[in-house]
């Protein structure tokens, strides 16, 4: 009933930039938190940022400064601005967010199927 589909990663230098997209598609009611996480070979998901349906935001240590997240209501879509970045952002970055859908009394949680970014150095 719900997509989440994730766009806009690749392969960059360190120092870099790149934008990722997030698209939420299908019978959606309400469109609330929405997030972008990463996981790198061999170590946990991440979160890298988090924004909510009023626009307040919230970005992992690791990336402070350096990447800004955005969402577009209108167009149920959330992206994530990278730049500064080091080979350590390499990683698949997943796009997370919690849809209430149509006929449904509460929101849950989906995931998109995520985009891989490297940073080589």
């Known amino acids: 009933q719900v997509q989440l589909v994730e766009s806009g990663g690749g392969l960059v230098q360190a120092g870099g930039s790149l934008t990722l997209s997030c698209v939420a598609s299908g019978s959606i009611f309400r469109l609330n938190d929405m997030a972008w996480y990463r996981q790198a070979p061999g170590k946990q998901r991440e979160l890298v940022s988090a924004i909510t349906s009023s626009g307040s935001t919230a970005y992992g240590d690791s990336v402070k400064g350096r990447f800004t997240i955005s969402r577009d209501n209108a167009k149920n879509t959330v992206n994530l601005q990278m730049n500064s970045l080091k080979p350590e952002d390499t990683a698949d970055y997943y796009c997370?967010?919690?849809?209430?859908?149509?006929?449904?009394?509460?929101?849950?949680?989906?995931w998109g199927k995520g985009t891989p970014v490297t940073v080589t150095s």
């Open positions: 997370n967010a919690v849809i209430r859908v149509l006929g449904q009394l509460y929101g849950m949680n989906y």
